[in-house]
């Protein structure tokens, strides 16, 4: 029963050609055979279509066309799949290693119980080196709804537990957040306790480039979901991410021993378990060759 499950990977692309080519081979190096990635871009001017037209025979399905902003190309590209198992992961975004997907299916034939499963993600630069891991804790509704935790690329969903779209594209940033806070009601999460995707550490990320919009969501969060905010909610956030720094220590033997599926590296022990915990993420080194975003 397990093997016969398709799933179906999420990726919405915009001008990330440099990453994309990661993204879609951490894909195809999975050991799960039964996926299908489908790729929504926006009119990308970077070479991203090249890589895309490359995919012919492949499990990638893709179209190029406008479309209203992330949030839009993520229902667009849900509104395309057929798989029992949702995986989103961005175009900067990739996998960790090969056995990402094979490990969350095994967990939901398992549990039959459980809507969403997810995992550590690892921190990782532009040039793909593993800047430091982001461990995540059991699933905690309170919590959840102090700090995002859930890292996007790193969790994995029935679609039996989702209507007809993933997202809800009033929210232009904070879209993630929205939907583990709407699924976190009703819903039973499961973490694996594994590294299972990056998050890429790039200064052209939406969360840098438009402020803006992330402080709306968090307005309409704080109505809605009854977020946390003020000073003391920010206290408490920052004493929860040095725990989570430190909890991620543990980790750092796990992420090098695992066979990449990325194009990555982890330059030694001591220089993660370093980063890990003594160095901010705004004084990461964001690497060497960074394209501009066009358009």
């Known amino acids: 029963m397990m093997a016969r499950q398709l799933v179906s990977i999420l990726t919405p692309s915009f001008n990330q050609g440099h990453w994309l080519a990661d993204n879609m081979r951490s894909v195809q190096s999975q050991t799960y055979p039964h996926i299908e990635h489908i790729i929504m871009d926006g009119g990308s001017k970077d070479g991203s279509l090249n890589l895309l037209r490359a995919q012919a025979g492949s499990n990638v399905r893709w179209r190029c066309e406008p479309d209203e902003g992330q949030s839009h190309a993520i229902n667009k590209a849900f509104g395309e799949s057929r798989g029992e198992i949702i995986g989103w992961i961005n175009s900067d975004d990739a996998y960790f290693s090969r056995d990402v997907v094979d490990t969350v299916v095994r967990l939901f034939a398992a549990r039959s119980d459980v809507a969403v499963v997810y995992g550590h993600a690892a921190l990782v630069n532009a040039d793909g080196l593993v800047l430091q891991i982001i461990w995540v804790p059991g699933f905690n509704y309170r919590l959840l709804r102090l700090h995002n935790y859930i890292i996007q690329p790193a969790a994995f969903i029935r679609r039996s537990a989702l209507g007809d779209r993933l997202v809800d594209e009033a929210y232009k940033s904070a879209m993630d957040r929205e939907l583990w806070l709407r699924l976190g009601r009703s819903q039973r999460f499961q973490r694996i306790g594994k590294i299972l995707a990056i998050d890429r550490h790039h200064p052209y990320r939406k969360s840098y480039t438009r402020p803006d919009l992330a402080r709306e969501d968090s307005n309409r969060m704080v109505s809605t979901y009854a977020v946390p905010s003020g000073k003391l909610a920010t206290a408490q956030l920052k004493m929860w991410k040095i725990v989570f ?51």
Not at 260 to 272: E, I, K, P, W
Request: overall charge positive; glycine content about 10%; proline content about 8%.
């Open 245 to 295: 720094r430190l909890m991620g220590a543990a980790l750092v033997r796990q992420a090098l021993q695992i066979p990449l599926a990325f194009q990555g590296r982890v330059d030694g022990r001591l220089s993660l378990a370093y980063r890990q915990v003594a160095v901010p993420r705004a004084a990461m080194p964001i690497g060497e060759d960074i394209p501009r975003q066009a358009g």
